[in-house]
């Protein structure tokens, strides 16, 4: 691999996917009726992503954030500040609808609806794409191609930037997996049957502080996927902050949205 330009050993990229309450409703239209579950997921949007975005700004850090179009609507003047702080708003459907699940065209147009949301609030189109629940469809990459999209973020098949060749043209993929996404880890959701005993923070920093390392290490990408109504629970941002500081101890890391890196890969420097 080449080195990173600008003396960086390790590209650092904080991410959010900013689902609310849409992936509970995308995955069970019943939820909608369960106010408790319905708060805990609005939480989200409404408490915890104000407070991730006063965090990221004390660290002077610029993230990728992606929302589906259906949380945008609801939630505008939340996408124009997020927009407005510097941050990268990516495409993340509309009701967090999984490609896998849909037909070729349904999955066009979900992805349209959602890009046209997001470019009405911001004045910009988003250039870049993460998959609900990473279940892309086997049209997704010549999909995204064909509406413009620089790159994806939904596949596990390397540990910096590739290319996903299209009839069209390349596609950058910026890798993610699941040891590094939080809702493995906290997630807690009986109605969806999703009741595995919650990982205290202690234990999350030491997985994600031992993944950041060995990738320092290699001279790898560190791309972090977050929830904020899982991650912006008090305690577990306590722990968010503490990794951050810890990564930014380390010489040669360099914080980045999700374009950023997928413009280093477009320019060969992997």
């Not at 805990?40 to 992606?66: C, V």
């Not at 996927?225 to 500081?245: A, C, E, N, V, Y």
């Amino acid at each position: 691999m080449a080195p990173w330009p600008n003396n960086i050993v390790c590209p650092i990229v904080i991410s959010f996917d900013l689902d609310g309450i849409s992936g509970t409703i995308n995955r069970n239209p019943a939820s909608k009726n369960l106010p408790t579950l319905m708060s805990m997921r609005e939480y989200g949007p409404s408490i915890a992503t104000p407070r991730i975005l006063d965090l990221l700004d004390s660290h002077k850090i610029k993230s990728s954030f992606f929302i589906p179009g259906f949380i945008a609507e609801t939630h505008p003047e939340l996408v124009l500040d997020i927009h407005r702080r510097g941050h990268e708003i990516g495409n993340h459907g509309y009701m967090h609808e999984p490609p896998a699940t849909l037909t070729s065209q349904e999955e066009e147009n979900v992805l349209q609806q959602g890009s046209e949301i997001l470019k009405d609030i911001t004045g910009q189109s988003p250039v870049g794409y993460r998959s609900p629940s990473w279940e892309l469809s086997p049209d997704s990459f010549e999909i995204l191609k064909r509406n413009h999209f620089l790159y994806d973020s939904s596949m596990m098949g390397n540990d910096v930037p590739y290319l996903i060749h299209t009839k069209k043209a390349p596609i950058v993929e910026i890798p993610i997996h699941w040891e590094l996404d939080d809702h493995p880890f906290f997630n807690y959701s009986p109605f969806l049957n999703q009741t595995n005993v919650m990982a205290s923070p202690q234990h999350v920093y030491s997985v994600w502080s031992a993944a950041f390392e060995g990738l320092y290490k290699y001279k790898r990408t560190f791309v972090l996927t977050m929830h904020p109504w899982i991650i912006g629970r008090p305690g577990r941002l306590s722990m968010l902050d503490k990794l951050i500081t810890m990564i930014k101890s380390f010489q040669g890391t360099s914080f980045m949205a999700c374009k950023d890196l997928a413009v280093l890969k477009e320019h060969d420097y992997m």
